[in-house]
């Protein structure tokens, strides 16, 4: 094969714990991928074994986490990071999580809140380590108390408890993966995503400095960084199969107009020997639904006359428009075969 698939999850293979039909014409009957493939989500709550393994019994495929993009998988890459203290925010095991990406010195917002009230000034044995840098995985479970402690730490340059000083500006280093806004599980409608609370702590931060909230990087579809990650992973798969022709296309199948198919122009960064192009293939089984019949003619099936990006993406609505739309991921599959010219 001369391409590749990067599979959105939530919306597109599978909607909460119901999987979504038609996977298996991507294997053979060993169980093998006849293509490659990378799943790239920008769920951030568990390891990428814990995630293959989900994939594997929801979709009755054998899947590697080699083949499993996490929206923190690029953190790998940021190694003067990984010796420094940093605070990590999100669910799900953070500490293992921030440990198998690197960080040497993870410290998580229920220690920074347990260590808080007792916080002694002269006895530096209970003080907390300062912290440098905060890395924000994912949406937390108790939000007040994530935005209030991230809010100390950036105020404080690193020292909670000590007074707010407006004047350590720019604040220290914040990492951020997934910039979802919304995104689509078992309910009627779309929930709030990371994205959502990263709009909560921009604008905090903005209401008591009057500046704005700067990131250090941001990670997560529809960053460049993860779908340059995403791409080396497939030439990985390639490489590793003993595929001899090198991978031109990437298409990239998802549900979300600004997440999956937002600025597909990250190509044009990429390494030479990379792919030479990508295409989005929007589906309708999750955050995108027109309810209406596909359109034939995919340049004229959608205006956004509200921007649901991040605040740091600048809109255009040239940026949004999918290659194709189907109607879910098996008319997605069957479309690139044809495109492709590919008899599996």
Same mark, same amino acid.
């Given at each position: 094969?001369?391409?590749?698939?990067?599979?959105?999850?939530?919306? @597109?293979?599978?909607?909460? !714990? =119901?999987?979504?039909?038609?996977?298996?014409?991507?294997?053979?009957?060993?169980?093998?991928?006849?293509?490659?493939?990378?799943?790239?989500?920008?769920?951030?709550?568990?390891? &990428?074994?814990?995630?293959?393994?989900?994939?594997?019994?929801?979709?009755?495929?054998?899947?590697?986490?080699?083949? /499993?993009?996490?929206?923190?998988?690029?953190? &790998?890459?940021?190694?003067?990071?990984?010796?420094?203290?940093?605070?990590?925010?999100?669910?799900?095991?953070?500490?293992?999580?921030?440990?198998?990406?690197?960080?040497?010195? %993870?410290? =998580?917002?229920?220690? $920074?809140?347990?260590?808080?009230?007792?916080?002694?000034?002269?006895?530096?044995?209970?003080?907390?380590?300062?912290?440098?840098?905060?890395?924000?995985?994912?949406?937390?479970? &108790?939000?007040?108390?994530?935005?209030?402690?991230?809010?100390?730490?950036?105020?404080?340059?690193?020292?909670?408890?000590?007074?707010?000083?407006?004047?350590?500006?720019?604040?220290?280093?914040?990492?951020?993966?997934?910039?979802?806004?919304?995104?689509?599980?078992?309910?009627?409608?779309?929930?709030?995503?990371?994205?959502?609370?990263?709009?909560?702590?921009?604008?905090?931060?903005?209401?008591?400095?009057?500046?704005? $909230?700067?990131?250090?990087? $941001?990670?997560?579809? %529809?960053?460049?960084?993860?779908?340059?990650?995403?791409?080396?992973?497939? &030439?990985?798969?390639?490489?590793?199969?003993?595929? !001899?022709?090198?991978?031109?296309? $990437?298409?990239?199948?998802?549900?979300?107009?600004?997440?999956? @198919?937002?600025?597909?122009?990250?190509? =044009?960064?990429?390494?030479?020997?990379?792919?030479?192009?990508?295409?989005?293939?929007?589906?309708? =089984?999750?955050?995108?639904?027109?309810?209406?019949?596909?359109?034939?003619?995919?340049?004229?099936?959608?205006?956004?006359? /509200?921007?649901?990006?991040?605040?740091?993406?600048?809109?255009?609505?040239?940026?949004?428009?999918?290659?194709?739309?189907?109607?879910?991921?098996?008319?997605?599959?069957?479309?690139?075969?044809?495109?492709?010219?590919?008899?599996?």
């Amino acid at each position: 094969p001369s391409f590749g698939f990067l599979f959105d999850i939530d919306g @597109v293979l599978v909607r909460g !714990k =119901t999987p979504i039909p038609a996977f298996q014409k991507l294997v053979n009957s060993q169980g093998q991928f006849l293509v490659p493939v990378v799943f790239v989500t920008n769920a951030g709550n568990c390891l &990428r074994q814990k995630k293959a393994d989900q994939l594997s019994h929801l979709l009755g495929v054998p899947i590697s986490q080699d083949q /499993v993009m996490m929206s923190h998988s690029p953190l &790998r890459m940021f190694k003067r990071y990984h010796e420094k203290c940093v605070l990590v925010s999100g669910q799900g095991p953070l500490l293992d999580i921030a440990q198998d990406l690197g960080f040497c010195q %993870p410290i =998580t917002i229920e220690t $920074l809140r347990e260590k808080h009230p007792l916080l002694d000034v002269v006895d530096h044995d209970r003080r907390p380590k300062v912290l440098v840098t905060v890395v924000l995985f994912g949406e937390p479970v &108790r939000w007040e108390t994530n935005l209030q402690l991230i809010i100390d730490v950036l105020l404080t340059s690193g020292y909670p408890g000590n007074p707010y000083h407006h004047e350590n500006y720019p604040h220290i280093p914040v990492l951020a993966c997934n910039m979802d806004l919304m995104w689509v599980a078992e309910a009627q409608s779309p929930r709030f995503g990371h994205g959502t609370f990263m709009v909560c702590l921009e604008n905090i931060y903005k209401k008591i400095t009057g500046k704005d $909230l700067k990131y250090e990087a $941001l990670m997560g579809k %529809p960053s460049k960084l993860t779908y340059q990650y995403a791409e080396y992973l497939i &030439r990985a798969q390639a490489a590793e199969r003993q595929w !001899k022709q090198p991978i031109q296309t $990437l298409y990239a199948v998802g549900d979300n107009l600004m997440t999956d @198919v937002y600025d597909n122009s990250w190509e =044009t960064e990429l390494a030479s020997a990379a792919a030479a192009r990508c295409r989005s293939v929007l589906v309708c =089984t999750g955050v995108y639904n027109p309810h209406t019949e596909v359109p034939l003619d995919t340049r004229e099936s959608i205006t956004e006359t /509200v921007f649901h990006g991040h605040r740091d993406f600048r809109f255009d609505p040239g940026l949004v428009e999918p290659d194709h739309i189907v109607p879910d991921v098996d008319a997605a599959v069957d479309l690139v075969f044809q495109l492709e010219n590919f008899a599996p």
